[in-house]
């Protein structure tokens, strides 16, 4: 996902000010979750050495960009916001001021070096699995510039980082990632993941559980797993044998005060019969799977290498559902790999229509440096991967709408967050990921409660709080 997320903040209204005698460090993060819990793990090792977050690069003296490099557009958006950067850094420098810039993530992975050559107002280059050693590249980088660390070390760049909840236990918020699982050994054709974030490393179970554990007592009722392949989670448990994902579940599950688990990006492939009962079992893993498959051609799957047909897609989607029936599905779609052709799309089309997606994100095909999809025959012009995008897009916003709507009149779980769009309205999530409007008391924030789904809007559901509904009706029987 290419789109920018901006770093969070504890106090967003610190941002504009420079405390005097304070360094002060400011992460932009751009792509996936991943990202951006890294980006906070950055904050928070130089929240260690002294340094403190704000909002804007205008009050930093350090400037970290967390960079994605899935897509070409991903990566090409970094030397932009440089060229912004250097102007400032120029004109701090006029005022007597030093800043250090830093490219970070899967960006600096790929490219190391050449980031240094081809923008020399970068001062550091660190890969995702150094960030542990921040503090000494930026010591290093103060007194020479073009510092690059991009090695793949040995440890495990978990047990160097400050845990999530160690870092910052106040205004964490209700929903929290939380980070199991890095890297990948797929190797799908199209994609730099093997490449940028390295081979799959599980955080071990101990860790996790005392992190969620940390985040409940600071308020968290929900976590996210993250991983880019986190359904192949095999960390080592606290009796030395290895755990799935599922048995981590089990157990997470159980942890105080945590109401919801929720996982992402699976490959079909790890789809186990042990997680799919997960499903049926655990009712605080909530009925929502984002599970990838691409495409609905076989003949491109194979040439992805995905080592799935579209017929186990098909398979593991009724497991599921049979395991847990109001399960909703997303996924991820490339349109125009090298070689599609009009029968594949509409396969992949038919595949959307048998399955009907809540949600799926999309993307034209991007040829990156170094995978092996790059050199294959049979690139396809950009208008036919546009008119793909648009037919593919407007099928999956329909079935969206669809889901949305069959959800009006319905009493869904609303974990409540914090205040909504209007005065007077709290917003929270649905069990199925969309947030929810409902006019509700601020106290009810970080509890769970039954709502009516009274109408939708795009990206959004409206409602009312049943209990109040029962109320009122009571008042008016009365
Ligand atoms: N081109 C287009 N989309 C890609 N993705 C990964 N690599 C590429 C690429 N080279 C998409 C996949 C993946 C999502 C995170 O990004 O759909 O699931
Ligand atoms: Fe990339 Fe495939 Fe690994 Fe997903 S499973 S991160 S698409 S190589």
């Given at each position: 996902m290419s789109e920018t997320i901006p770093s969070p903040v504890d106090d967003m209204t610190e941002g504009a000010v420079r405390p005097a005698g304070q360094k002060t460090v400011f992460v932009k993060s751009y792509g996936c979750q991943m990202n951006v819990y890294d980006s906070q793990r950055m904050a928070d090792v130089m929240g260690a050495e002294g340094y403190r977050e704000v909002a804007t690069p205008e009050a930093a003296d350090l400037i970290l960009l967390n960079t994605c490099h899935i897509r070409e557009k991903a990566a090409e958006k970094v030397y932009s916001e440089l060229g912004r950067m250097r102007a400032l850094k120029e004109e701090a420098k006029a005022q007597g001021r030093q800043v250090l810039i830093g490219v970070a993530g899967c960006v600096a992975q790929a490219e190391g070096e050449e980031i240094v050559r081809r923008a020399r107002t970068v001062d550091l280059v660190v890969g995702p699995q150094s960030y542990h050693r921040l503090p000494d590249l930026v010591?290093?980088?103060?007194?020479?510039?073009?510092v690059v660390d991009t090695e793949f070390p040995v440890e495990d760049k978990f047990r160097h980082l400050p845990d999530a909840a160690q870092a910052r236990t106040r205004a964490r918020g209700i929903s929290a990632f939380v980070t199991v699982q890095e890297g990948c050994d797929k190797f799908c054709t199209f994609c730099v993941v093997p490449y940028t974030r390295g081979a799959e490393v599980s955080r071990p179970v101990g860790q996790v559980i005392a992190e969620v554990e940390k985040l409940a007592l600071a308020g968290v009722r929900e976590v996210s797993l993250l991983g880019q392949n986190v359904n192949a989670y095999h960390g080592e448990g606290p009796d030395g044998t290895e755990w799935s994902l599922p048995r981590l579940l089990r157990r997470l599950a159980e942890v105080p005060g945590i109401a919801r688990l929720r996982y992402t990006t699976s490959h079909p492939r790890e789809m186990t019969e042990d997680l799919i009962a997960a499903h049926r079992d655990l009712p605080a893993l909530m009925p929502y799977l984002h599970l990838p498959v691409q495409s609905g051609s076989d003949r491109v799957l194979a040439a992805m290498n995905r080592r799935h047909t579209r017929d186990d897609y098909f398979r593991i989607v009724d497991k599921v559902r049979a395991a847990r029936s109001d399960v909703v599905l997303s996924s991820d779609f490339i349109v125009g790999f090298p070689g599609e052709t009009d029968a594949d799309f509409a396969d992949t089309m038919d595949l959307i229509r048998q399955v009907g997606f809540a949600a799926a994100y999309s993307f034209k095909y991007s040829a990156r440096p170094g995978t092996p999809a790059a050199g294959i025959e049979g690139h396809l012009p950009e208008?036919?991967?546009?008119?793909?995008?648009?037919?593919?897009?407007?099928?999956?916003?329909?079935?969206?709408?669809?889901?949305?709507?069959?959800?009006?009149?319905?009493?869904?779980?609303?974990?409540?967050?914090?205040?909504?769009?209007?005065?007077?309205?709290?917003?929270?999530?649905?069990?199925?990921?969309?947030?929810?409007?409902?006019i509700a008391p601020s106290s009810l924030a970080g509890t769970i409660a039954a709502v009516r789904i009274i109408g939708t809007q795009t990206n959004s559901l409206n409602g009312v709080l049943e209990h109040a509904l029962h109320m009122n009706a009571v008042q008016a029987a009365e």
């Open positions: 010591a290093r980088a103060g007194v020479t510039p073009g208008t036919v991967m546009t008119e793909r995008l648009h037919a593919l897009q407007a099928l999956v916003t329909a079935q969206q709408r669809a889901f949305q709507d069959s959800l009006v009149g319905q009493v869904i779980d609303v974990l409540f967050e914090k205040p909504g769009r209007n005065p007077g309205q709290m917003v929270g999530r649905s069990p199925y990921l969309s947030p929810v409007q409902v």
